[in-house]
């Protein structure tokens, strides 16, 4: 082979110094034998280097004749091969490609190409030569499109070409200097040709080029092996990443992380990952691992993934905690991390897959076993002036910030290592400095950071999310820890705090910071006296203030109404079940605060605050409060508990008539949701629907607050009364009240009925009872419906005797209508004759002598004896109007007056009648 691609010319030259007389033996070595070795040396190794006319090359392939032509192209090939044996300039690697092309054409008639197009081939393989360092920049483009050709002539339907082409791709990446250089050239630099590959698209043509061997097995296994060295490179791998990122995004998402999750998938990543994690150096490599990074965090998400198995999880996890823990770890030896901003991007990646890595069970063990609690912690510290060679303030606080916002969702998980670390007392401390007076701006650049720009709200938010997460284990040994370390009185100062600048402006952080420290709170103190003890002044005071809520704050969307729920519960944990704080609690007047809030009528409401009023009913005091509290309209707490009742059953579709009495006295309280299910046999540890039905809403609470207000006793008092004293004991309820609260009466008994007809259903699905038994379950339903049709009658009843009362009051306000009239008309009729009287003087002559015969009727008969008889008459007097009291005295006993009286007449004064009497008796 060596001898074919030997120049004629070479051979003939290397004869002729083996005639000369000076390289005879007998001579043996002289001087001039010597020159003529040298200048035979350089002969032959001009020779080798002497520049082949490309140009003729080109045109005599491109003529097509005689056989004799063939053997002068395949001589000419053989030529350019010896030529270039030590490398390829790269000012001829176009018309080497152009050469190339034009013998792949002729490989399908004629096989003897075969050998020159892959002796052509292997000499792409070795370094590309130079003669300036600029004529890499300067030949970029020729030298990446004469490469993309090379993935091109994988249509030769050669299995010999397409072999060779996929060793010279693989060459690319153990590049081997030559022995020898071209004089005055110097090799390319390593990744010059992969840099070319990558810019031509190698790895596309590669990759279409797998349809050509699908059928040949050993062609196809070289084209993979070439396109996995291609793989590794920057570009097939960025544009990778966007094939896939165009995947998630277009297509099914689910689908295609589900086919990402394989173990050979996540291998493939973990493997280009790492590459790029530690070789990568330039700004393209750090956003192309971090690119791979999200992939990985999208893999991660789904449980079926085998990111464990594959080893991409520890991986994952000691990257997360490389620069806090500082521990050295075999998988990232020789890893160093900057500040720059794509390093930053990692950090905050890495944080967020350690959130998803917490929702595993299974990779709970290597979070604990790579110190993640320590590494999230070493965030948890009142924050410093950055260093010279540190993140920056905000790029810390945002760091901060995940960094907690993650150990929210770890901390449950690793409880051991969360008291062996002392997180309580870390926590404890970083809330006092939040609100502490240290000269601290927050920058609220980040997600975590929203709202807390100027202020460390963001970070108390944070913070006290991770105590939530933690007391919400309800572990003692946590909640001890807490309480010990004066957690309480920290918790209720913190509060205060909060409320203080609530008032100033509603923020949404201040809401959610309230409604978790009324959480913690609530758990903290749950069954424990003491607790609630320490809870109970400072605590009560805080809670009243959220108990006067503005209800119109409910529906902002801040999280008004998520506090106010903490607020309850807390009142319910808290207070609830401690004497002292009760009875402070009815002291501030909080039940009339509750009750304003039941008023409201809110579903969401009601459920919670009829439980904490049962609960504090337990107290005899507050009874007193219930029953002295009104709404608006002078509403009663009895009364606005019925109204809460109907309005209940309506929701369920409770059957009632419309006098709000029972329509169907076998199933009186059943809804209609309840009415459609089939009854169905259960084991006896399965509730029935009849039960489930009593946790569903609120009617058993209100019966229970009913019957411990004593509402029941009043009013069965008053049916054994035969509603003698009508509906007095129960002020402001009216009868559809008491048809309501007949219902409520009989709850359990109807309850009851409902449970016995549940067992005879199912009985006699699944037995046929005996006739005893049989008897027993008639009688047992027969006792329910008579209950029913008993209720039925009160209400009937209730409602003859409302009628009856109102009757009766109806009558009544007639009567006192007639008087009002007839004495209207009397007024009217004594204003005529008085009219008469002053316009007609013979009606008036008539009236006089009618008053005066009337007055003379009602002079008693009866004379006095012994005694004198006075005259009320005034003589003369013309009006037959009441006159003043006048009495003429003629005579009177000497013995009394001791003398008798002279004869001496009184004058008499004449009243006037004028227009102001008129006027008087107008007005009368």
Request: proline share 3%; charged share 25%; aromatic share 8%.
């Amino acid at each position: 082979m060596a001898s074919l691609a030997e120049p004629r010319g070479s051979r003939a030259r290397s004869r002729s110094p083996a005639r000369s007389p000076g390289l005879s033996p007998a001579l043996g070595p002289s001087r001039c034998g010597e020159e003529r070795r040298k200048a035979a040396s350089d002969a032959a190794q001009e020779t080798q280097v002497r520049p082949v006319d490309l140009n003729h090359a080109i045109k005599l392939l491109e003529d097509a004749g005689s056989s004799d032509l063939e053997d002068q192209q395949l001589k000419v090939l053989k030529k350019v091969v010896k030529s270039f044996e030590n490398g390829l300039p790269l000012k001829d690697l176009a018309q080497i490609m152009d050469i190339l092309n034009l013998c792949a054409e002729k490989v399908n008639e004629q096989e003897a190409f075969i050998e020159p197009v892959c002796e052509l081939i292997k000499l792409c393989g070795l370094p590309f030569q130079k003669k300036k360092f600029s004529d890499e920049v300067n030949y970029s483009v020729a030298v990446s499109k004469s490469i993309a050709q090379l993935g091109c002539l994988m249509r030769v339907p050669s299995s010999q070409v397409r072999i060779q082409i996929c060793k010279c791709i693989i060459s690319f990446y153990k590049m081997e200097l030559p022995k020898k250089l071209l004089p005055g050239y110097q090799p390319t630099s390593a990744d010059y040709k992969i840099q070319m590959a990558e810019l031509g698209g190698l790895a596309e043509t590669l990759v279409l080029s797998l349809a050509l061997v699908e059928n040949q097995l050993t062609e196809k296994l070289w084209v993979l092996k070439a396109l996995q060295h291609l793989s590794n490179s920057g570009q097939l791998v960025f544009r990778s990443s966007e094939i896939l990122w165009n995947l998630l995004e277009n297509t099914s998402k689910e689908e295609v992380v589900s086919q990402l999750s394989s173990l050979e998938c996540i291998h493939a990543l973990k493997e280009i990952f790492v590459d790029r994690l530690i070789n990568g150096f330039r700004h393209y490599d750090r956003q192309l691992r971090n690119d791979l990074l999200v992939i990985a965090t999208l893999v991660a998400e789904n449980s079926a993934a085998s990111m464990i198995e594959s080893g991409f999880t520890m991986l994952l996890i000691a990257l997360a905690t490389f620069t806090e823990v500082k521990i050295p770890n075999p998988l990232l030896e020789g890893l160093k991390l900057t500040y720059s901003y794509e390093d930053f991007e990692m950090k905050k990646l890495l944080f967020n897959i350690i959130g998803i890595f917490s929702k595993d069970p299974h990779a709970v063990q290597l979070l604990s076993e790579n110190d993640v609690m320590p590494a999230l912690l070493y965030y948890v510290k009142p924050h410093k002036k950055p260093g010279f060679h540190d993140w920056s303030a905000a790029q810390y606080e945002e760091l901060q910030l995940h960094a907690i916002a993650i150990l929210a969702s770890v901390a449950p998980l690793l409880v051991d290592k969360y008291l062996s670390c002392q997180a309580n007392t870390l926590l404890l401390v970083f809330l006092e400095w939040c609100v502490g007076q240290d000269p601290f701006f927050g920058q609220g650049n980040s997600f975590h950071g929203t709202g807390g720009r100027g202020s460390k709200l963001a970070q108390m938010r944070y913070g006290l999310r991770v105590l939530k997460s933690v007391v919400s284990l309800y572990d003692d040994a946590v909640n001890l820890n807490l309480c010990d370390q004066g957690a309480i009185s920290q918790l209720l100062e913190i509060l205060k705090y909060a409320a203080n600048k609530l008032e100033q402006k509603d923020d949404a952080i201040l809401l959610e910071i309230q409604a978790n420290i009324l959480f913690i709170l609530s758990v903290l103190c749950e069954n424990d006296v003491h607790r609630k003890e320490l809870f109970s002044y400072e605590g009560v005071h805080l809670l009243i203030s959220f108990l006067q809520m503005d209800p119109k704050k409910l529906h902002s969307g801040l999280g008004h109404r998520r506090l106010l729920f903490s607020a309850l519960d807390c009142l319910w944990s808290c207070v609830i079940g401690c004497y002292i704080a009760e009875d402070y609690f009815l002291e501030q007047q909080g039940i009339f605060f509750l009750l304003d809030l039941l008023a409201l009528k809110q579903k969401s409401l009601c459920n919670i605050i009829l439980g904490i009023l049962s609960e504090f009913c337990d107290n005899p005091k507050t009874i007193i409060h219930i029953s002295t509290w009104r709404g608006e309209k002078d509403q009663t707490a009895a009364k606005l508990l019925i109204q809460l009742w109907r309005q209940e059953e309506l929701d369920l579709g409770v059957q009632r008539d419309q006098y709000g009495r029972i329509a169907d006295v076998k199933r009186p309280i059943a809804g209609s949701f309840q009415k459609e299910q089939e009854i169905i046999p259960m084991p006896s540890s399965c509730p029935s629907f009849a039960i489930i039905e009593i946790s569903e809403n609120i009617r058993a609470k209100l019966y229970s607050l009913l019957c411990k207000l004593d509402i029941m006793f009043v009013l069965f008092k008053s049916v054994l009364n035969g509603f003698k004293d009508g509906f007095e004991n129960l002020p402001g309820l009216s009868a559809k009240d008491f048809i309501t609260l007949a219902i409520i009466r009989r709850y359990i008994d109807f309850k009851v009925g409902e449970v016995w007809s549940e067992v005879c259903t199912e009985l006699k699905e699944e037995f046929r009872p005996i006739a005893s038994d049989e008897e027993t379950l008639r009688v047992i339903s027969e006792v329910s419906e008579n209950i029913g049709k008993m209720v039925t009658a009160y209400q009937t009843e209730v409602l003859e005797n409302h009628h009856h009362q109102e009757i009766q009051e109806e009558e009544k306000a007639y009567t006192k209508i007639r008087a009002v009239h007839k004495q209207k008309e009397m007024v009217n009729k004594s204003w005529e004759n008085f009219l008469t009287r002053t316009s007609n003087y013979e009606a008036l002559k008539k009236a006089k002598r009618l008053q005066e015969k009337l007055i003379e009727a009602s002079k008693s008969k009866s004379k006095t004896q012994n005694g004198a008889v006075h005259s009320t008459d005034i003589k003369g007097l013309g009006t037959t109007v009441g006159s003043g009291r006048l009495v003429t005295v003629e005579s009177a006993p000497s013995q009394l007056v001791g003398r008798p009286l002279s004869a001496k007449r009184l004058p008499v004064k004449r009243v006037s009648f004028g227009a102001g009497a008129l006027k008087r008796n107008e007005k009368s």
